[in-house]
């Protein structure tokens, strides 16, 4: 049923095997005491995604928590360095600043035009993906980078809209200044292609009171013809303590980045003979953006009567977003995007002898308002308007959560209804009033049961549901003209996985996962002939996901230790037939039939750190109807830090190589896109370094 594994490169092959096989050896296990990081393990994993705080074993969804200790010794470039350790998750698009990141939780998400799609993103307790699905990460600082959740199902019972999956991120808190007053860390970095890396994070506790600032400048030219880069990063976080059992904390965030070119898709020929140019359109029309972004929040969280928890929070955030498209008519786009949102929680738990009830509810609401125009691109200079229009996207949430325990049984189990309202209201006029409004109301559930076979291992099972509204991107992109696009439905979903997790008594844990989703209304990616270069989006009938996945850790050695991951995938359409051809039962595009990755971490000195990764990706295919795919392929990569400390001072250099064995592979798929300008290549030989430095008092 599942496609073979394959390899891109014999040698690296043979190498990973005998790697694997070498770490093995029962003389490194006999090392090991592992009664006691096992209950270490139990007590401090987590889940905090789900709402309900849980120890991972305990939960009866799939869910996976990354550690970021290997972030010092990265290039910090985007978020793909850290997730490429989940197995359900693929990015692409690491190297075009102007597209974003675009990330896919099972294949959710895989259709973005650009950004993330389809999968709900929280930092620190606030939504950073928008009321209609949309979210960028442009505005995210990867140094400060404390933890990261992922779960994988189905999870528009507890985020509503655009919930495939959920990423949970934390920066970095009062929990940073370990008994300390005062701490102050630096980085410098330089990256190939003239890549600059400048970062600063300082923090200072008075009292209860905790101020943590983070600044960071980055700039490129970019490794293809036009893709030059460049943005500026300010994160402010302020931490009271009013009492033992509450808080408030407010953050301030503002990004500006006036340059980030689009070097654009092109064929299988230029791809192959000229990686490293840009299409000739992009460079004519001069395509790329320019945005700023500020966003504020509050968060006052508090118990009572030791038994309740109450949360409530607030945010507004401004984006202005200026961008060049590579053709002429509507070719300039300048929006105003004005995000704000509100939700309030309490959650609370009984107990009654063998059984254990923790309950929480709650509302959530946010709306969002896009004021954008279209303007004629004439070779790069704003021409002739071509669109006027103000778009605004509501939403109301109501959820209840409920986990009940009773003995070794967990069951988990939620519901949502979601009120969203769609607006378009017309001020281009000259062409009629194209004004108009869309209502869209879903009811979401999710139900998981775990069995905690022992106090290290646990069997679960779930099903859930979840939804997509189309962006206002995606309705606003009409190819019938202006207004909203009334032929698009929201993409809904239900989503079923088995697994089994736990804990290793040889310093390890593993979770082993199969899952099937079946979605309705699939939205996918065209492109048309006379805007090529720009993304409509349709239907179709429904698409089945069948797929299985494993994740395992292992500390070998207190020298040597080993990460890893596994994912098969089998992403088909069904009931899908446009202009009479037929495309039952091809794979969709813009996913890997399989995917792999493993870190294995090398301290052979007390001081220097190894990782080596070697990442597989399997065929993915460019469009729907599968005729053209870029084949399998191999990347390994290596880093190197070396740790200097005395007393509260810390001096760390680092060096990196991507891509070590120059793999030739597109970064980015632009999945059906016009004229088979598929792909965008990624650097061949990738290398950076630095230095960070800390100090503390």
Known sequence: MFPPIKYGSSSVRKYLLLLFLSLSCPWLQAQLSPDTLATNQLETIQVKAQKIQKPWLKSAISSYTLSTELKEQLPQNSLQELLVNVPSIFSMNANNRAQDLRISVRGFGSRAAFGVRGVKFIVDGIPETTTDGQGQLDNLNLGIIQSIEVMNNGSSAFYGNASGGVINISTTDESAFQNQQHFTELGLGFQSFEGQLYQLTTGQKLGKTSLILHASHQQSEGYREQSDFQSTNVNIRLIHQLSDHSKIEGIFNYMDSPTADDPGGVNLMAFDSIPRSARDRNVQFEAGEA???????????????????????????????????????????????????????????????????????????????????????????????????????????????????????????????????????????????NSGEIDLDDVNYSVGVAYQINQRQSIFASVSTSFETPTLNELSNNPTGGGLNPALAPQQATHFELGFKGFLPTQGRFQLTAFFIRSKDELLPFEIEQFPGRTFFRNIGRSDRLGAELFYQQNFHPLISLQT??????????????????????????????????????????????????????????????????????????????????????????????????TKYADNIRINAFGQRYYEAAPDLFVYGGIRVRFAK
């Open 291 to 433: 945005i700023s972004q500020l966003k504020t929040s509050l968060r006052y969280t508090s118990r009572f009567f030791d038994k309740l928890d109450f949360q409530t929070y607030g945010f507004y955030s401004r984006r202005d977003f200026f961008g060049k498209l590579p053709f002429s008519n509507s070719g300039i786009i300048d929006l105003r995007r004005d995000f704000a949102g509100h939700g309030s929680s309490l959650s609370g738990q009984l107990k009654r002898r063998s059984l254990q009830w923790k309950w929480y509810a709650g509302y959530e609401w946010s709306l969002q308002n896009d004021e954008r125009q279209r303007f004629v691109n004439m070779d790069g200079a704003q021409g002739a308007a071509t669109l006027d229009q103000t778009e605004k996207f509501g939403n109301i949430g109501l959820f209840l959560l409920n986990d009940f325990t009773i003995g070794q049984w967990i069951v988990n189990a939620a519901l949502r209804y979601d009120n969203n309202q769609i607006e378009a209201v017309d001020a281009f006029l000259s062409d009629g009033d």
């Open 565 to 662: 991951n596994w994912a098969v995938h089998q992403f088909t359409f069904e009931e899908y037939i446009l202009d009479g051809e037929d495309f039952n039962g091809n794979r969709l595009p813009g996913t890997p039939n399989f995917q792999g990755n493993i870190n294995l971490l090398l301290t052979p000195l007390a001081r220097l750190h190894i990782n080596l990764q070697n990442q597989s990706i399997g065929k993915i295919y460019t469009n729907d109807g599968n005729s053209e795919a870029q084949d399998s392929r191999s990347i390994t990569s290596i880093s190197i830090k070396y740790i200097l400390e005395k007393d509260q001072f810390r001096f760390m250099p680092y060096i990196g190589i991507n891509n070590l064995f120059k």
